[in-house]
């Protein structure tokens, strides 16, 4: 299955593609929380789990017929969560009183109809990103950067599938130990700096940030490559190599703007959550001239 995230006015939902059936499975919780309008993960959690027990004391099939897989959370790590299919939602949103229920209700169908479109004109999948930040208010250039980024990040998950290392847990620890080198922040750190949840934290990247990450997988998989590196242990020191060459372009370049690359903005909507703080960087030590 291929671990994908879409989003529903700018909230993450996680999903999954069974090439083999040509199925969607999304997370629960995550559609939950967009039901409920929480801002915090863990109470749309607490509310999906008293309703999942309700149901099944009702006997409904709706909770039958969800599946738990493993999804990766904000702290980078992968847990078995509960996911069902679009249809199979389609039944959960009745039961949640919200004025979301008919908008997504209708994101649930258009999905399906836009991957297969997608499957057969892998084009139409970049075009609808593309239109979908535009209208998000991204600028041209950040949109630019984030698809070139994309595409360095595939680069790098193909040596990783082709080379010993599993998808999802073990592709998470790596992409946190490249994001820790380089930016000094674990992914889930910087996720609570920037005020997100279940949200994709490079939709949220200033252009700064999203080069630093290019630059650091990019050198990431250019010496995994040279060192035709196997297995988790070899591809870890592959990634922190390349986060360190990184880290090292991002501190010259602060050291002559005087500005870190590294912030909390963010791009949710108005009256969504604001960014927090960054955490206070540890003072480093200067080279003597």
Not at 209 to 224: D, N
Request: charged residues 25%; contains cysteine; aromatic residues 6%.
């Amino acid at each position: 299955m291929k671990i994908l995230s879409s989003e529903f006015e700018g909230q993450s939902i996680r999903r999954l593609y069974d090439e083999a059936t040509e199925t969607w499975w999304f997370s629960v919780v995550d559609v939950v929380q967009v039901l409920t309008q929480q801002a915090d993960f863990q109470t749309a959690r607490k509310y999906w789990n008293q309703l999942k027990r309700r149901l099944a004391a009702e006997g409904s099939q709706s909770v039958t017929d969800c599946h738990r897989l493993k999804l990766p959370a904000a702290d980078g790590k992968s847990y078995l969560t509960d996911c069902a299919t679009a249809q199979t939602l389609l039944r959960l949103v009745q039961s949640v009183p919200s004025p979301k229920a008919e908008p997504i209700k209708l994101w649930l169908a258009k999905v399906g109809y836009e991957r297969m479109q997608e499957i057969a004109d892998p084009a139409q999948a970049l075009d609808r990103a593309r239109q979908t930040w535009q209208q998000q208010g991204r600028s041209d250039k950040w949109i630019q950067q984030r698809m070139a980024g994309q595409e360095t990040r595939n680069k790098l998950t193909d040596y990783w599938s082709e080379h010993g290392v599993e998808q999802g847990r073990e592709f998470a620890i790596l992409t946190n130990l490249i994001h820790q080198e380089w930016s000094g922040l674990s992914v889930a750190a910087h996720k609570e700096a920037k005020g997100l949840s279940s949200h994709n934290l490079r939709d949220h990247m200033s252009e700064a940030e999203l080069i630093f990450t290019a630059l650091a997988e990019l050198s990431t998989r250019q010496i995994a490559e040279r060192q035709q590196a196997t297995g988790m242990a070899e591809n870890q020191t592959a990634a922190k190599a390349g986060g360190r060459i990184a880290r090292g372009a991002r501190q010259q370049l602060e050291d002559q703007t005087g500005q870190s690359v590294v912030t909390a903005a963010n791009y949710l909507p108005p009256g969504a959550q604001p960014p927090g703080k960054l955490p206070a960087a540890k003072p480093r030590r200067r080279k003597k001239p």
